[in-house]
């Protein structure tokens, strides 16, 4: 790590510190994440480091998704796993905050940044990979404004079985808020429609200016995802009796139908339409990022206004040119 001269921290989470620093070789400005580890274990912290780099590996190049340079483990006392990106600028979150609560985007501008979520989402999930934890705090934003999925870090490759077509994967997953109504009964054999859900809260998210569904345990955020999407095809689904809270009385009650033109009667019918099929509680009939794309939201648009942005002047954050990218250590 002595290539790199840090410069300040600039977040923390769960896995690990993120660090703004400067290539001393390039001058090139990166983002250093140090993993924590598990408790100190350091075969867990050699794996987290193989996995979340593996994941961003599988989906270098993507405008919308953040560009892994160089991956590090270093030997010995105190030796530490490292994650070398380019340093790309504040997070969606911070920058929806620095708007003011409550301060909506208006549907163009959402369309804009929706389509390079969806974009990049549709990239993870064609090379196999399932993010897992999307939500404003993962996603960052450049110097022009344009969006890039980062923190890979609960990530992993789908991985199919010939007999049920999916492995049993960890649950939970997802930050709460952002977590789907399979994943919040248990399911240990989603897909990627755990990811499009979450895009489908953040969306709703931008068009409000505050999060959709705010719940304060499992429960109350499946209720509230029921009471505002509807639940009423939610048995119908084939793999609905398997689910391990398919008993629980939230799954009885009678509900409206879904609540989304009401909260939204500014939004166009194209946008509804996307909005309501990210959030179908159905995991087979909630849009794939792919599909979403191909709805008349994103077709009919006028697309100058989406195109991604590449001169300054944007409102957000400074940007930093990107060079040539190492090799991947790991
Ligand atoms: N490439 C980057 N460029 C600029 N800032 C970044 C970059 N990567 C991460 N950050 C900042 O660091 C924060 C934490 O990074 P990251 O989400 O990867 O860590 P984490 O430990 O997994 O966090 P959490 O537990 O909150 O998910 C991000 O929200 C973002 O503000």
Redesign the pocket.
């Known amino acids: 790590m002595e290539h790199y001269e840090r410069i300040e921290k600039?977040?923390?989470?769960?896995?690990?510190v993120?660090y703004?620093a400067r290539d001393r070789r390039t001058g090139a400005t990166v983002?250093i994440?140090r993993l924590r580890g598990g408790g100190g274990d350091d075969e867990q912290l050699s794996e987290d480091l193989v996995r979340e780099a593996r994941c961003l590996e599988a989906c270098r190049g993507h405008p919308c998704l953040?560009e892994l340079r160089a991956a590090h483990r270093d030997a010995g006392a105190g030796a530490g796993a490292f994650l070398v990106?380019?340093?790309?600028?504040?997070?969606l979150a911070?920058v929806m905050r620095e708007r003011g609560a409550g301060r909506p985007v208006p549907e163009a501008e959402a369309r804009r940044l929706m389509r390079q979520l969806l974009d990049g989402a549709a990239a993870m999930h064609e090379h196999g990979v399932l993010h897992r934890?999307l939500k404003p705090?993962?996603v960052?934003v450049d110097g022009h404004g344009n969006l890039k999925i980062?923190?890979f870090?609960m990530s992993r490759f789908a991985a199919a079985t010939a007999s049920t077509g999916h492995a049993p994967y960890t649950s939970p997953v997802v930050t709460l808020w952002y977590r789907a109504p399979e994943l919040l009964l248990g399911s240990r054999e989603y897909d990627a429609g755990v990811d499009t859900w979450a895009l489908g809260c953040i969306m709703a998210e931008l068009l409000s200016g505050a999060p959709l569904l705010p719940g304060r345990s499992e429960m109350d955020q499946l209720n509230r995802a029921f009471d505002t999407v509807g639940a009423d095809d939610m048995a119908d689904w084939p793999r609905f009796a398997r689910l391990p809270r398919a008993g629980s009385p939230l799954c009885r009650k009678s509900r409206p139908p879904s609540r989304l033109r009401e909260m939204f009667p500014a939004l166009s019918t194209a946008g509804l339409d996307v909005l309501s099929g990210l959030l179908s509680c159905r995991p087979d009939r909630r849009l794939t990022a792919a599909d979403a794309l191909r709805r008349p939201w994103f077709t009919d648009a006028e697309s100058s206004a989406d195109q991604p942005r590449n001169a300054c002047g944007a409102r957000f954050s400074e940007r930093v040119g990107g060079v040539a990218a190492d090799a991947i250590v790991v």
């Open positions: 600039i977040g923390e989470g769960a896995s690990g993120v703004k983002a994440k953040v990106m380019d340093y790309v600028g504040p997070s911070q934890d705090d993962n960052l980062c923190d870090g």
